[in-house]
């Protein structure tokens, strides 16, 4: 007799589907029969300039010591970390990926008899985490394809555990303020978590952009969550953190997985944070991108939201979908939201001038074939 081990797993797991990454290189290389060296991918928000020199070197190092297992209490890394961030290391929680905290966090704090909210447009992980543990998910609707704080801080009832906010948010690029940071904290009782997730922080640079960690010190119910797959170009080590109070890192630590970090991880990662100047270089290639795509896209007629992190949503029709596969026989690949709600949308990461530049003209080719162009 057949075992229906769907049938098995607990119920808000049962109702997931699998996490859809963007396609990666080799798939679309094997599937059209292209050179892998002809395709350019702009899916998935890495970081164009490839890896830091440090971090590479710092890399190589570590690799002669595969044979054994990790510091898993990341002790140079969380002292690095608490030198650039002026915190305690005792307030640091070090994760796959930031979405091991994210997942962490969920599991520690939240039941199937509590609710967490997130924001309509939001990062997958939320509504994903929530369900899997067997919460109650309140998806509050956006507000200009972005967080509605008001809403959300209204949204807080007596089951109201955790918040999910993404500062800048994925995949809208659309983010808030300090001073709108710290009224939605002012409204959100002690007792209930919020959760900011600041994966694509470093790309801010307005005289206004909110630093989770300036909230800190006032606001003992705020958890940061940040990254270093994105501005500091780690994407494959899978390495992020946390910074919360000491209390609550104590907590998310008898949770978080042992060795759940890896030596090459932990040591490129403690290299690049040295790397100011790869930084900078990120953020002006990201900041030239983006002023690029957008002038395409108006120059397109197309509308776009505008974005501070490396990527932006743009507005491509009703058969976006097939907008993306026309761009993927072009050998450009970029990420369509329709499983975030957004049908009309496709998600593009800032590359490297020309990348951008070969997209721009393959979207303008696609269009103009499809007689949505001039």
Not at 331 to 343: D, H
Request: glycine fraction near 8%; hydrophobic fraction near 45%.
């Amino acid at each position: 007799m057949a075992i229906d081990y769907q049938s098995l797993a607990v119920s808000g797991v049962q109702a997931l589907s699998p996490y859809q990454p963007g396609k990666p290189i080799a798939e679309l290389a094997r599937e059209l029969g292209l050179n892998p060296a002809d395709i350019i991918k702009l899916a998935s928000n890495e970081n164009p300039l490839g890896p830091s020199p440090k971090a590479v070197q710092a890399a190589q190092k570590a690799m002669g010591e595969l044979c054994l297992y990790p510091d898993g209490n990341g002790f140079n890394l969380k002292q690095a970390l608490a030198k650039r961030f002026t915190v305690e290391t005792s307030q640091l929680t070090l994760g796959n990926g930031s979405n091991d905290l994210l997942e962490v966090i969920a599991r520690c704090f939240a039941s199937a008899d509590d609710e967490v909210i997130y924001s309509q447009y939001a990062f997958a992980v939320y509504p994903i985490v929530t369900q899997a543990i067997g919460a109650r998910g309140v998806c509050v609707p956006a507000q200009h394809w972005g967080h509605d704080l008001n809403a959300m801080a209204e949204a807080i009832t007596d089951r109201t555990k955790l918040i999910f906010v993404a500062n800048p948010n994925n995949p809208t690029g659309t983010v808030h303020g300090a001073k709108a940071l710290k009224a939605f904290m002012d409204k959100v009782p002690a007792r209930v978590l919020v959760v900011l997730d600041e994966a694509y922080c470093e790309y801010m640079q307005g005289e206004d952009d909110a630093d989770g960690l300036v909230l800190l010190p006032d606001y003992p119910n705020l958890i940061v969550c940040r990254t270093f797959s994105k501005a500091w170009g780690l994407a494959a080590l899978r390495i992020g953190y946390s910074i919360s109070s000491a209390a609550i890192a104590n907590i998310l630590n008898r949770v978080r997985q042992p060795f759940n970090v890896g030596s090459v991880s932990l040591a490129a990662a403690t290299a690049v944070l040295g790397d100011e100047a790869y930084l900078n270089e990120a953020r002006r290639v990201n900041s030239d991108g983006l002023a690029q795509l957008g002038a395409a896209f108006e120059a397109m007629g197309l509308s776009y939201i505008p974005s501070t992190a490396n990527f932006i949503a743009v507005d491509v029709g009703e058969h976006a979908m097939d907008v993306y596969q026309a761009l993927l026989a072009h050998g450009v690949i970029v990420r369509p939201v329709a499983g975030y709600g957004m049908p009309r949308h496709l998600r593009v990461s800032v590359g490297l001038a020309k990348e951008n530049a070969r997209f721009i003209e393959a979207l303008s080719q696609t269009l103009v074939a499809s007689g949505q162009g001039a």
